[in-house]
């Protein structure tokens, strides 16, 4: 499927349609020969894919807003977006297999894997089987570690998080996961009032003792991000210190 994109329509016809299914877009302007050339290509193909990409052409004169996200140095240039990310790219007119090359890979990297439809059920016994088929897959290894808080096992929770990059999320949880260790408690009987009590009695402290500064940051970061205290602490800390 082919449709045209301007920037007012830029967020529903292409960011929340890329979240189930991958987006081609096709930059490219009237003036521009070799867009000419590649926009039949790049049809064509999404054609014969029958549905399961959609490419969104547009024209980089009339929606200028879109050109600047992309940083568009020179067209025609493509982009893949799934999930609202780009996950893939290419500059300047194709040949057709090379096109047709481009989308099939785009699509591949779509499909759910084993890993991922494991991961998606969310119980521990499929989060495991996933994690023994993709031992680094992110989203099964996040909800894994959160059932383990919950199940009060914080140090397991602690080494799984070990296998993939750092994140806020995975700073969070690892910071849970401390609190719920010292506490003796699951995630689910963590008293945020303990909390926010010893950060008030380590704030004395935070400025002189590296100890008690990494602890405080260990605190405020088990805090949920909505909590109303956290920003508050932030501040109290920021004072401390500087």
């Not at 194709?94 to 785009?106: A, G, I, K, L, T």
Request: aromatic fraction near 6%; proline fraction near 6%; charged fraction near 30%.
């Amino acid at each position: 499927m082919t449709i045209e994109v301007t920037d007012a329509d830029f967020e529903e016809e292409v960011l929340k349609r890329s979240v189930s299914n991958p987006v081609i877009i096709d930059l490219w302007a009237p003036w521009c020969g070799p867009c000419k050339v590649l926009g039949p290509i790049l049809e064509k193909t999404v054609d014969f894919f029958q549905g399961q990409v959609t490419l969104a052409k547009i024209n980089v004169d009339e929606n200028p807003s879109i050109s600047s996200i992309f940083q568009v140095q020179s067209i025609p240039a493509v982009y893949a977006l799934f999930d609202r990310k780009v996950i893939d790219a290419f500059m300047g007119a194709r040949p057709e297999q090379e096109v047709f090359d481009f989308v099939s890979n785009v699509i591949a990297k779509t499909i759910p894997s084993e890993a991922d439809l494991l991961a998606e059920q969310g119980d521990e016994e499929s989060l495991r089987k996933a994690l023994e088929l993709e031992p680094k897959h992110p989203k099964a290894t996040l909800a894994l570690a959160r059932l383990l808080l919950e199940h009060g096992k914080p140090d397991d929770c602690m080494a799984l998080l070990i296998n993939i990059p750092e994140t806020e999320e995975t700073r969070h949880l690892v910071a849970l996961a401390k609190v719920a260790k010292f506490q003796g408690v699951s995630s689910a009987q963590i008293d945020n009032g303990a909390i926010y009590k010893q950060l008030e009695e380590l704030l004395d402290k935070v400025k002189s003792s590296d100890p008690a500064r990494h602890t405080y940051l260990d605190l405020l970061e088990s805090l949920e991000p909505n909590d109303p205290l956290k920003e508050e602490f932030r501040k109290k800390l920021a004072l401390r210190l500087f």
